[in-house]
DNA sequence: TATGAATGAGATTTCATTCAT
DNA sequence: AATGAATGAAATCTCATTCAT
């Protein structure tokens, strides 16, 4: 038993009924194991929950950061940026979700630490977005709302997304990153060909879509 | 004491910690009542959050039917849709973020009411972006992803805007427009003056800002 | 359904098995309560410990206080202190066993309260021994070693004091004191007569002998 | 690893936090074993406590049975007891605090063994009272009031003595023995010439005294 | 000799809910 | 309208113990 199917288990749950709603026996059975044996593998519920959100939030920001670093200027870094969010939130659709509305779940110590890893995250963004403003190649009405805008439609990937929906992910991508474009008015919508966008990875805890 | 008092406590409570983990008990404290009064107001937990619910979205339904029906062609429709939903986003924050995520906690029976009442809510601006297209009014890479992004976008202001913000709510809502008709590669970026900006009520489930 | 009821249960729960080794489900039995239920008049295992030790302690004290007030010299005082501890011992035998060796099992915030008022009520001893050894009454090899002895003997009767037993406990008493008498090197081996013995009441949470 | 390094543990930690507030998981991290290699040495937790109080009785009676042995008269006989009794419990204060009350915590059968052997001892003490008694050597109001008194006396010293405390442990035996003559109306209150005085043993389950 | 994995039983405590008053 | 008392069910977590390796 690894614990990559417990976390498996443990998103399906949470994604689907919520943290708190999700009962420690229940995962148990899930996973077919007595609900005392979890406890060999994690320490207790919310240490399972802290483990699956900073797994998932940290590889985001190396995602990103990566990902931003083989951009040559701000618009396409942005759009690199745009298309791993949209990549990564489709493709770990349920731990997404789960790392971030069940923060509020933790205490107040795991909390602060989780949250620095998601302001960490964000700032890649912000950053990128000061850069490209500060050298005139976005234009908009408040960078701030912008950036929430942007970050806040990716997220919501997650709800919809289906691997076998009618759009494929590079053409959500291409998507994505054309609504951004326009949101900051740059001129070319498509700085990224399609064999340049980021390949999302599926990371550990994120079940089978089934699930 | 009243219904809505009892709502609102429900409703800050519930934003907070989320449905499952707040006790009625909790509640009852925190309208100063003791938890089996609380019964002569409400039916019980599921009860109280089916009301906040139904109302919640009954007053999205009839105020973006009514805001919509002011608007003349199909882009001033829309605009106008925009700016009621973050209006109503940002002037009911914690309502609409209880109603948009706790439906999971209810019964079956209950979710299909509420779901069914959501769909209506939705098809509202689906259907404008149908007629809008049709008129070639709008521009777009593919139609379901953008209302889908621009209704995230719009919901997700309920996690920032703050009353006493940099931004006042109008500018928020005209930027977002701006952000709409860009997407859909209309024109002329702002169809509606501040004037004609709808203007959103506070309904009875949602708290004060500082609770 | 009253407290007192509640401790006597736990008390005799407790003196028997040990706090650690007595479940909260077995107190409910032994009262005719649902486990639930209990959580509704102590506030939980560790309250309902500290209520039991908290009020045999300051009967203890109390009662010591005011008996040896009734003395006129160390001597007698001492008489009557002896006499009162091994009372109160024998009468509530359960009670003060538990509120002696289960003090280990309170949080060190409860566990420090506790002996705090415990070191009280030996103080009163101590003092009078002082006292007394000050004006030449008493004689021993080391004062700190007599009244250790002493109280430890006395206590000791919890062991095994039998209200239809050999001895009554009047004997009892006066047997103690002359002990105590020919340990401090008192000539009068009886200072007290049989009526002036204090006479010990039952405190709420000791439960019926047959317990 | 041996079997008195495990007991000594156990002791530390049963006469601390209680036999049943202790875990075996507990005892194995202190002794640096996996709670399964426990297993391996002690039968399990009850096997283990037997194990502790058999040998620590047998070393009572042995001990004291040796001890009076070498006394002449049954004052002497006495005086030696209490201070074997005194002297084994300050040398041995954890494992004779066990001994005495987590009796309770054995099965019936193992319970009904240990309480032979402690009967054992005690009739060590009544036996040389009786003999006294008879010989008109001793004078007390009550013969089993003393020899209770007696031993809880010399038991509480496993509450208070410190080797390195204002008393040393010769010092407090023969106060003890001291005492004890007065309670019985002997003359010569010091029998025992200080090199008379038995010296006690540590026994294997006994832990160092900082633990 | 030593251990990680596993488990059934049971620990304390909280829950939503009902009901007599 | 309001509440204290009561409860069955379920929550999280710990326990002593076994067993294959």
Redesign the interface.
Known sequence: MELGTVQQAAVSCFA??????TGIRELGTAVGLNSATLYHYVGGKEELLVGIIKNCLNSMIDGASQTAAAGADPTRKLALLVAFHVGFTATNPKTSRVAE?EM??LSTENAAQMQALRDSYEQLFARVLQDGTAQGAFST??L???R??M???G??VS??FRRDG??SLP??Q???V??AM??L?VSNESPLSRTELPIPLVIASEPEPKD
């Open positions: 689907q009924r919520g943290f708190a709603a509305h509020r779940a009405g408040d701030g709302i912008a929430l805008a970050m806040e439609m997220t919501g709800h919809w009618r759009l053409e959500v291409l998507n994505f054309a609504l326009r949101m008015a």
